[in-house]
């Protein structure tokens, strides 16, 4: 029984796909997006939260630590005993291990209100092509329970990896957040060549997906930037539903109890308003886009 690390369960979700589902959510991303609304995501280990304003400085925790790691913030190896002896919520533990079955128990809580509604299970992450053995088995089960399976992905892993994923998801949401490869580095650390390529395959096999395609101020909303992404689109034969998300900062708290900078300064949120051009420009050169 193949094992991983997930950072959280949400029974009832609403916004993940359609019907009511529940949402798995694993740890570790190979993207480092600078406006990463869950930076609690991208290390696949366990990891500590420190909330230093909950803080009454009791020593507590000190004492349990196996490594010295809440003197010196190094070492920490997410045993989670600081949390435990922690009266005050001044330390979370973000990450668990769990068995494939452990997941798919949780899964089953939710089974008949799937049915009732249309709904089923979301894997979103961090990147959860990254624990790709683990996935799999959890997916297969799900196949022969019948329960409906979305991949919410980035879309980064090798394309052997991605089409033996594939056989087992019913409906993929892709994120395509820039079409120039060295901008794509800029904006999330790796290059885009690989996310285009399963793009590609999926299309080319008709497996049912759609794109999300995030706006960043400054970075991927530039004339140039939209007309090639235009361009890529509507090479593809599906016509998929593409979805544009306003850039946000409502992860930016997230960054100092991880020990972690901001990387997007003052840059405030974007509203819908602002997207009602680009929204306009996408469907006026035969783009099915929609802002969520």
């Known amino acids: 029984m193949e094992s991983g690390i997930i950072f959280d369960i949400q029974n009832l979700s609403l916004h993940d796909g359609p019907g009511l589902r529940t949402t798995v959510f694993f740890k570790g991303c190979p993207l480092r997006c600078l406006w990463c609304a869950n930076p609690e995501s991208q290390n696949i280990q366990p990891e500590v939260m420190y909330y230093r304003d909950k803080c009454v400085h009791c020593n507590a925790c000190v004492k349990v630590c196996p490594t010295g790691a ?4 190094k070492g920490c190896i997410g045993c989670g005993k600081c949390v435990e002896e922690c009266f005050y919520n001044a330390r979370k533990l973000v990450g668990k291990s769990m068995t494939s079955d452990e997941v798919m128990e949780e899964i ?4 008949l209100l799937y049915k009732e509604s ?11 092509l990254g624990q790709p053995v683990f996935l799999l088995e959890i997916i297969k089960q799900c196949k022969q329970e019948r329960i409906h399976t979305l991949l919410d992905t980035t879309a980064y892993c090798n394309l052997k990896t991605f089409k033996e994923v594939m056989e087992y998801i019913d409906l993929v949401y892709v994120d395509l957040k820039c079409v120039f490869n060295s901008k794509h ?6 290059f885009n060549s690989i ?3 399963n793009i590609r395959y999926m299309d080319r096999v008709g497996k049912p997906y759609e794109i999300r395609m995030p706006i960043i101020p400054d970075y991927n909303d530039s004339a140039p930037m939209l007309e090639e992404t235009v361009q890529f689109i509507n090479k593809l034969e599906a016509n998929p539903q593409v979805w544009l998300l306003p850039f946000h900062a409502f992860g930016k708290t997230k960054y100092e109890p991880l020990g972690m900078k901001w990387p997007m300064g003052d840059k405030k949120n974007m509203n819908r308003e602002e997207l009602e051009p680009i929204a306009h420009f996408f469907i006026e050169h035969g783009v099915n886009a929609r802002i969520q």
């Open 185 to 190: 580095k800029e904006m999330t650390g790796v």
């Open 70 to 73: 809440v003197l010196t913030n």
């Open 195 to 197: 996310i285009l390529d």
């Open 118 to 128: 249309g709904g089923g299970v979301t894997f979103s992450g961090g990147e959860v």
């Open 108 to 111: 089953r809580k939710d089974q």
